[in-house]
């Protein structure tokens, strides 16, 4: 396992799209091993392929809301069903240095992926793991939680994000 750089902004890879993988193979079973170390590291509760300049669709999140771990890998993650409720929650981000804003999330979600053994998994999420899964698989999609925000709000946030990761300040 290795800790991966995790890019920031205004790093132009964060807007590719990333592509399915084919199935859930060694080499991907490596790239969820390295994401996952890397997330718990920088003490993130999701990461995208994504964010390690990696453009396959695979993500890892702890939606765990105690003190007992969770980790999820998941390959091709994708939205079932989506609740008609919606919440403004508080997001932040490992490529949006030192800054937070409340995001609009599906409260509930229903969502399939391929787990690190190739098997086609459904499951049902609330709470803090509906809201990572939207936010990671948002990144898959060449999203950031800032562009959720109104215009004004997201270029003040940008800004100051590549203040701070110029000056190495997180
Ligand atoms: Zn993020």
Same mark, same amino acid.
């Given at each position: 396992?290795?800790i ?75 939205? $079932?069903? /989506?609740?008609?409720? *919606?919440? &403004?929650?508080?997001?932040?981000c +490992? ?33 803090l ?14 999203? $950031?939680? /800032?562009?959720?925000? *109104?215009? &004004?709000?997201?270029?003040?946030? +940008? ?12």
């Amino acid at each position: 396992m290795a800790i991966l750089k995790v890019l920031s902004v205004p790093d132009p890879r964060l807007k590719i799209k990333a592509q399915p993988i084919e199935k859930v193979d060694l080499p991907a079973r490596r790239l969820m091993d390295d994401l996952l170390e890397t997330m718990y590291a920088t003490e993130g509760v999701g990461l995208a392929a994504t964010q390690v300049g990696i453009h396959q669709r695979i993500i890892v999140v702890d939606g765990s809301e105690t003190d007992k771990p969770a980790p999820l890998k998941l390959a091709n993650p994708e939205l $079932l069903w /989506i609740s008609e409720e *919606s919440a &403004l929650m508080p997001e932040a981000c +490992l490529s949006i240095p030192g800054q937070y804003a409340d995001v609009q999330r599906f409260t509930r979600i229903k969502f399939r992926y391929l787990d690190e053994h190739n098997a086609m998994i459904e499951r049902e999420a609330s709470g803090l793991l509906a809201q990572v899964i939207q936010h990671e698989i948002d990144h898959l999609n060449g999203i $950031l939680f /800032i562009d959720r925000l *109104s215009s &004004l709000k997201r270029d003040i946030l +940008l800004r100051k994000a590549i203040k701070m990761g110029k000056t190495g300040k997180t």
